[in-house]
Structure formats: C-alpha cells, structure tokens
C-alpha cells in the first residue's frame, strides 16, 4: 500500500487531487438540469385523424383499420392502441427504449401517406404527436374577463396563447376548453329553398365560386412582366350575407341573407372549463414523451408572462412543475438534513475536532463525486438521484470513521506520527475494502439489467456505488492525510478549548442527544452486550433456540405482504373522473359536474377546483392544503344516480390497479365476457371495485332505405344520404380569412328527433319526403370501438383487497370457469405484467445479491468457509425489517423490495469488521491458535464503538426520509427496511458472530 504513503506524505499533492474534485464537482452540481424522474424510456407517439360527421364503426372502418396496418410494419413498435369515436380515430403507439422517436414520426408520416391518399376528401390531415399515451396535461391554464364573452376569449386563447406556447420546444399538443369553436355557419330555410328551387348543392357552390385566390399566369409587357392574380376572397360577414345567389330556374335573384341565417362563433360547444364554478377558457397543454416538464413549465410561464392583453387574465390553474419542484425540495431538505444529523453524531460521538474534521471531508468529497458522475453520464437531478445521495450520506462516513477510531485507539498520546498514521490506515485496508465491494456489488447487476420495471433504480445504484468507492478513496487518502496536516498546523485534538464547544456543554444545547449516545456507547456496546454475550457464549443451545423462534417469526409478516404501486409526488393534488351515462349530453354533464363541485367547496381541506366538462364525463383537478387524500374525499362527496366518481392518479389511471384486456372480433360479444368475467371476480370478496372502461351503448336512429321505392322515385340513395348530412351536419364548404383560417359551414335548420321523419327531399324538380322511401327505427351503438394491437377490445380495471399474488390466482381460477369463444383472449394489462416482472426480477436479483457477497467475502479473506459465518446476518436483518414493515403498516414495492437487497450488501460490514479482527488477533499469537472468551470480549469492547457510529450514522441520513413526504411515499418504506435491518442485525452480530466463530476455530482452524 505504498499509494497511502505517497498521498500522506505528499500534502500538497493531496490538497490538490482533493481541490480539483470538489471544484469540479461544484462546476458540474450547478449544471445539472432537474426532473422528477429518469428517462425510462416510455416513448410514445399519437396519431389523431379527424373525419367530421361519421360513427365510430365508419372511422374504424375508413381510418382506423388502414392505418393500423401501415404502422405495424414499422420496427420497435410496443404497443399499438387505438380509439375510434365519433370524428375521430386516435391511435396510440408505444416504443422500445431504445427507439429514436424522431425519427420514428417521420417513419410514421412516411407510412401513412399513401394511405391518406385513399381517405375521404372531407377528412382531415393526420395529426401526429410526440406524446405518451398516458394524455395527462403537464399545464393548464386559464383565461377569464369581465370584458369579452367565453366565444372572443376562446378566439384569444386559439389566435394568440396557442401560437405562441405550441412554439416552445416539448410541447406536442394544446387543446382549448370553455367557449364556442369559432366557425361561420350559414344556416338555410329549407322550406323557402324549396319553395324556390335553391339546393343546398347550389348554395354551397355559389359559396365556392365567389371564395378563392388563384394565380392567372404572367402579363409580358414591353418593359415589364405583370403576375395575374384574380382575387375573390371573403373578408367581412356582410359579404358573405349579401352574395348574389341565382335560383336554378326562373332567373329569381336572392342573397344568401335572404335564404339562410349567418353567425359567427356558431361551432358546436364541445366542452366546458371552469375553475371555483365559475366558466372560463382553458388551454390544455401536453409535453412530448421525451421531454423534461420543468423546462416546458418554465417556458410556458415566461411566454405567457409575455402574453399581456388588456381586460384578460390568464392565470395558471395546474401546473405540474410545482409538484415536481415540490418533490425535489423535500428531498433537498431531507439531503442536507441527513447530513447536518451526520456531522453532529460524529462530532458528539468522537468528541475530537481533528478526527470529526478527517471524517466529515468523505461527504463534500462523495456528494461532488456524485456530481461529477451524473453530469458525466448526461443524467438529471431528480427523486432517485437525490434519494440516492440521501442514502449515501450516513455510509459514506463508515469506512472513515473506522480508520479513525483505529489510528487514535492504538495512539499512546495526543500527538500521532506519519508512520503510525500510515500503519493503522494499512491493517484496515482489506476489511475497508471487502466491505466497500460487499456494497458495490449488489447494485452492480441493475446497472447491466435493460427493462423499464428497473429502469429507475439504474441512476440509484451508479449514485450509490460512486459514493461508496469515493468514501474509500477518502478513508485510505484523505483522512491519514487530514489527521497529518491538522497535526501539523496544530488543531486541537480535544474540543474542551473551543468556545462554541464549551458553550454547547454549559448550556446544555444537545443534552438528549448527548446522553443518548453516551448509553449507546457505555451500556449498549459495551456493558449488556459482553454481558449477553457470555451468556450466549456458555448457552449456545439457548442462543440457537432463540435464533430459530426468530426466523419462524418472520411467517407472521411474510403471510401479510401486499405489493401496491409507487407514488412520486405528494397529494396536495387530487384528481377525479365523473362518468355519466351513456348518450349524456354537455349540458347533463355540466349539471352533474356542479353537484359534485358544490359539495368540494364546502370541504374545508380543498382551497381549489379545476374541471373540465366534456360529453359523458367531466375532470376535476383538486388543490387541497395536505390534510386530506382521495379516500376521504371519496368519502364525504354523493354523487346522482347512474353516475360514478372515480379518484385517479396524475395521468388518470386509477390506483393499484389491474388492468384486464379481453379481445375478440365482435364488440357485443367481449362486453358480454367482460360482464361476466366481472360479475363472477365480485362473488369472490376480494375486490374493492372493478371499473369498465367502456360504457353502454348510447341511443342512435336508424334511416333504412328501400332500394324498390327509391328506385320508383328516382333518388339514388348515396345523393339522399348526402342530403341528410348536409341538413343536419353541414360539411367545411370553404374557409373565411381573418388572423387565421376559419371554417364556413353550410346546414339546414335545426331537426329534431319528432321532425326527422319530415325532411323532404328536392331532387330533379321533385319533392320526396324521407317517410316515403325510408323506415326510421331507434337503435344502440357503441360509444367507442377499441384496439389493442389490432384486434378489437375492452377494458376493464380491477381494484383488488388482496395481494396482488394471491389476486392473480383468483383471476386465473376464473378465466378458467369462463366460456371462452374461439378467436377470443383474455389478457393481463402491460401495468400488470411490468410489475409481476419487476417483482421477480428483484426476488431473483437479491439472491444474486446474497451470492455476489459471499464470492467478495471468500476472495477477500481467501477462504470458502469464513464468509458462512458472515452471510446469516443477511436473513436475520431481513427479518428485522420485515417486522418493522409489518408493525408501521408500510406498503411492499419495487423499492422496498431494493431496501432488503441493499441490506445484503451493508449489514455485512459489521461481522466482515469482526471476523477480520478476530483473524489478525490469531495470526499475532505465538503459542495459542484459538481465541478464548477474554478475547471476544476484548475485541468487541474495541470494535464495538465503531460499529456503533457507522450504524447510527446511516441511520440518521436515513431518517429525514422517513419522517419526511419528500415528494414520494416510495422512499420511507426504502429507508425503514434499511434503518430496523441495521438496528436489529447490529445487535445479533454482536452477540452471534463469537459464538459462530468460535464453532468454526474449532473446527476448521485447530
């Protein structure tokens, strides 16, 4: 070890290496973007086609279908999911990690190009989007005016916000809520058309005729070349009304005011938005998959910070920056928290300013080798980084202040010499080191797994295992180094000199933590433990037996896991889902939205209420002052009869879930599955709900036409069809120019359900009424066709009571009662599947974990049988933690199960300290090869100090994560596994590891 030398011995060297670490890792912490959580790679990309007037099965049928197979040629393809309503196909399209989604939109574009080519004219160009299909805004924002009605502030919203936030990069799409759409609709008298002989056909291309821009080609003049332009553009509403308009026969001359009604902002209101009851208009703005959602924020607040209209106010009624940077704060606090309780524990626990200053420069030192590898590696700041560096904190100053309680344990005397330094810090070298690896490599294998279900802990164990070799390189370095140049410039090694000191112990500042520590130090470690521990040491039958009751034990937990989904943010956000019956209208909607929002005021816990009223459901984003949460809300709120208020996450999953998807040809006979498949799953008591993400078939009329009577007539059907929709639809006849391009529609009046059957029909100077060539009949249709990878299908959300192991078993057992009809599937959602996944991937990866320890221990102390003594820590600190688990009624997840698998790798630390010194005790005996009880107690009475500190100063950077949200609920059971496996192992290692040694001296060693 001849590095310890050089770096002891060469000061300034070592001030130098130390300075351009912590300089550089400052430069790189400053740097450093933030983010909630890491690119997991859930790349996605929506492709939303528009085709007004037509039912769900007939844009299935002319879109979606065509579309989905053009797509499904492309490479990386996850998942394909598609929706087909009313105008409207939208398909959902997820990709590998590894997918260049860039490039894969101009794949897309390429693909369904020439299927556009076969599209009806009157449907509308694909839209394609860079977004997750999980269609959560990242920013609302609302526009209110006591000046402009809801349809000139919608006009604002559409003209003005939406060009210029659509133009920040990351955001894929902007919807607007609240107001009427602004079109131009000119709404014709049927009966004095026909009266006089004006067609809708001839209306609408008089409409066309008198609206167009178009190029006559060039006029050559002697000296000059002249660009024909003929130009016939409506500018004004009034001339619009006062278009000349022949009828077809007679030469009777009329203006389109004469025959049909003009309005303005006439579209059809497709929603509405209000915020505390009242109505506004709202921008709904989504982020592109790949984007970080504290930069867009940002953007779109300093835009429209910009945007500045008289007698307008925009205000921001969600934003999701503010949970993220909530998030990120909590954690910050817990960081900094964690290592102002590290510093203090070691400096009450050493006593010694000079050794408190060698062990407390492993932090800075790691935190800014931390900050040097994520800059390096291109990652963010975000819950896991900071998490990680939380977890770090309390391990980081393990191995240095071993290193120093050894170099000042063997000093005769206040002054330490260079050779003495150097020899204590070079005994402790392979137990540092072994110790250091049995660390390292129990994350090392979820460096090289690639699946999304452990994609976040990827960042969480590349930050742990830098911070773990940094605090290496500072306890073999910098600490014999730090000792050596405080000594030189002569630092007190005692603090009774320092004022600030001198002043904490008069006054008595930290008299609790004080004395706690000081019980810890002179009874736990010392007095009851040896006590214990000769007991034991005569009664290992005794010992065994308790060991034993021990692990049985554990049955009583273990019967009581339940896996539950993580969560990030804090819930000062709420948010709900009303659905309302099938066929509902906006206006029903609205209503029912107004009950519920009601009955939120007058909750005091919720200060604020953003909804969202659409057709058949409505949203609700709640901002609540933290003392409530969705269960209780769900509580306290009625809701109508035949309608259903749902509580869901963020992105509008619901929570806990289980998504089960059944696939089929026809969509009567996957409901009609889904039905029982759900009524059987309710005999079974083990669910909490089940919700449809279908709803019954809404009301529809049918016109059948009879081809014999049509033919008599005349008519074809296709032009009656046309007529029809013309009447009652009105197609996107031509575009009216003001500061943008606005649709010019062209309808009949209003029919009602009583009148359809009335409508005439002109054709070739002939009156046909609709009763004579059609039979209209009510029927049910579907609101909605679904496809999941191109095959139709339903799903439906199962909230379960039980574990989610036990939960499959239920599900499985009852697919199997079901009849299932040939060409028809039952699956599990990709929520689902990803979770079972991650479980096994982490069961498998801790027993990776336990085996990799053992191959570092055997290496490390060349020996096949010393680390057998060594690994039953692991189980018994599992134990402790499941029962800590158990008793503060901590939820199972991914990351409590990874707290169990870095416990394999620390609780080691303890007995490998032990083991190792029992060894070296050995190897300087002359005559005797055996320890005898004297010499446990003798070694643990020395190494049990510290053990004691290494443990408790993990455990306080641990604990600001458990008393602290954070941001995530992810965390705390994380950190109790932790903090109750080192506790409880701490202990038994030093009252087991003797006794096991003992046994295996022995045998192996006499």
């Known amino acids: 070890m001849n ?38 790679g859930n790349y996605g990309i929506i492709i939303v086609v528009r085709y007004p007037g037509q039912s769900p099965y007939k844009i299935e049928e002319i879109i979606t279908n065509p579309l989905e197979d053009a797509i499904s040629t492309i490479g990386g393809i996850e998942e394909i999911i598609s929706s087909s309503n009313d105008n409207e196909a939208r398909i959902y399209i997820t990709f590998e990690r590894e997918a260049n989604l860039q490039f894969k939109a101009y794949e897309i574009h390429e693909k369904i190009e020439p299927v556009r080519a076969m599209f009806p004219k009157d449907v509308n160009e694909p839209e394609i989007y860079l977004q997750g299909n999980d269609y959560a805004p990242v920013m609302v924002i609302g526009l209110s005016s006591t000046t402009y009605s809801l349809n000139k502030l919608r006009d604002i919203a559409e003209g003005i916000f939406k060009r210029h936030i659509e133009r920040i990069e990351g955001v894929s799409q902007i919807e607007i809520g609240g107001g009427n759409k602004r079109e131009i609709h000119i709404t014709v008298d049927n009966n004095y058309c026909i009266a006089h002989n004006i067609s809708l056909e001839h209306v609408t291309k008089q409409i066309q005729n008198n609206n167009f821009i178009s190029s006559a080609g060039i006029l050559h003049d002697f000296m000059t070349d002249y660009t024909l332009r003929l130009k016939s553009r409506f500018f004004t509403l009034d001339q619009i009304k006062n278009l000349p308009l022949l009828s ?51 953007h779109i607040t300093n835009t429209i910070a910009q945007c500045t209209i008289p007698e307008v106010t925009a205000h921001i009624t969600y934003n999701s920056a503010e949970e993220i940077q909530q998030a990120l704060h909590n954690l910050y606090i817990s960081c900094i928290a964690g290592i102002i309780l590290t510093m203090l524990i070691v400096f009450l626990f050493l006593k010694n300013l000079q050794a408190t200053i060698a062990v407390i420069i492993a932090i800075p030192f790691s935190l800014m080798a931390i900050a040097l590898y994520v800059y390096s590696v291109g990652i963010t700041l975000n819950v896991i980084t900071l998490s990680a560096i939380a977890i770090a904190t309390g391990m980081v100053v393990d191995n240095s202040i071993i290193v120093i309680e050894t170099i000042f344990s063997h000093s005769g005397s206040n002054t330490i010499s260079d050779e003495h330094i150097i020899t204590s810090t070079k005994q402790l070298t392979r137990a540092l080191l072994a110790s250091s690896l049995t660390t390292i490599v129990i994350f090392v294998p979820v460096l090289l797994l690639k699946t999304k279900s452990t994609a976040l802990f990827t960042q969480l164990s590349g930050t742990v295992i830098v ?116 066929g509902s209208s906006l206006q029903a909607t609205a209503q029912a939205a107004f009950y519920i929002e009601k009955q939120l005021h007058a909750i005091k816990a919720v200060k604020n209420i953003s909804t969202r009223i659409q057709q058949e ?130 309808k009949g009046q209003y029919v009602s359900f009583d009148e359809i059957e009335n409508i005439v029909l002109p054709f070739d100077n002939k009156i046909i009424p609709l009763k ?53 599937y039952i699956e599990y959602g990709k929520t689902f599947v990803q979770q079972k996944q991650s479980i096994t991937y982490m069961v498998l990866y801790i027993c990776i974990a336990v085996v990799l320890v053992y191959m570092v221990i055997a290496s490390i102390f060349e020996s096949f049988t010393v680390p057998l003594i060594i690994i039953p820590s692991i189980p018994i600190s599992w134990i402790f933690a499941l029962w800590a688990l158990y008793l503060f009624n901590i939820e199972y997840n991914v990351a409590t199960l990874m707290g169990f698998v870095v416990l394999a790798g620390i609780v080691v630390n303890n ?28 070694i643990n009475q020395k190494r049990s100090n510290p053990m004691l500190i290494t443990t408790i100063t993990t455990v306080t950077g641990l604990l600001p994560l458990v008393i602290s949200s954070g941001g995530s609920h992810l965390w705390q059971g994380f950190a109790i596994t932790i903090i109750a496996g080192l506790c409880g192992s701490f202990v038994c290692i030093l009252i087991m590891t003797h006794v096991v040694f003992n046994y295996y001296q022995r045998k192996f060693m006499i």
């Open 3 to 40: 590095s310890i030398q050089y770096f002891v011995t060469h000061k300034i060297t070592t001030l130098m290496l130390f300075l351009s670490v912590m300089a550089t890792g400052l430069f790189a912490f400053i740097s450093l973007p933030s983010s909630l959580l890491p690119d997991t």
């Open 467 to 582: 911070a773990i070799c940094a605090s290496f390189i500072v306890a073999i370095i910098f600490v014999p180094w730090c000792l050596r140049v405080t000594s030189s410039i002569h630092i007190l090694t005692t603090t009774s000199h320092i004022p600030v000191i001198q002043h904490v112990s008069r006054h008595n500042i930290c008299p609790l933590i004080t004395s706690i520590l000081k019980i810890c130090r002179q009874y736990l470690a010392i007095r009851y433990c040896n006590t214990i521990m000769e007991y034991f040491f005569n009664n290992q039958k005794k010992l065994y037996s308790i060991l034993l009751l021990l692990v049985l034990s554990a049955i009583i937990p273990i019967t009581k896991i339940n896996f539950k989904d993580i969560s990030f943010t804090n819930e000062c956000k709420i948010f709900a889902r009303l659905e309302m019956p099938s």
């Open 772 to 824: 004579n060539i059609a039979t209209i009949t009510t029927s049910k249709t579907v609101n909605t066709v679904w496809h999941h990878d191109k095959m139709r299908a339903e799903t439906i959300s199962i909230v379960p009571n039980v574990p989610y192991y036990k939960m499959e078993k239920i599900l499985q057992n009852t697919i199997k009662q079901l009849s299932i009809p040939e060409g028809y």
């Open 617 to 746: 459901h409505a949203e609700f984003i709640m901002d609540t002052d933290g003392t409530t949460n969705a269960d209780i809300l769900k509580s306290q709120i009625k809701t109508q009869p035949d309608t259903s208020l749902i509580f869901t996450t963020t992105d509008g999953t619901f929570k806990n879930e289980i998504e089960v998807i059944i696939k089929g040809r026809d969509v009567a006979v996957i409901r009609q599955l889904a039905y029982t498949f759900a009524g059987k799953l309710q005999q079974s008591q083990a669910i909490e709900d089940i919700i449809y993400h279908f709803k019954d078939e809404r009301p529809e009329l049918v016109i059948q036409f009879d081809r014999m009577k049509c033919s008599y007539s005349g008519i074809p059907i296709a032009y009656a069809g046309n007529y029809i929709r013309s009447l009652c639809y009105g197609p996107v006849v031509t575009k009216y120019i003001d500061d943008r391009e606005i649709d010019v529609r062209v």
């Open 911 to 938: 007995a490998i300290l032990l083991i190792d010194s029992y060894l070296q005790k050995i190897k300087g005996f002359k005559k005797k090869k055996f320890l005898l009880l004297n010499d446990y107690k003798e």
């Open 248 to 298: 077809t026969s007679g030469g009777l001359s009329a203006r389109i005011d004469q025959i049909a009604c003009v309005t303005d902002y006439a579209g059809e209101q497709d929603s509405l938005s209000r915020y505390n009851t009242r109505e506004q208009v709202s921008l709904y703005i989504y982020k592109t998959s790949t984007a970080n959602p504290i930069d867009v924020c940002r």
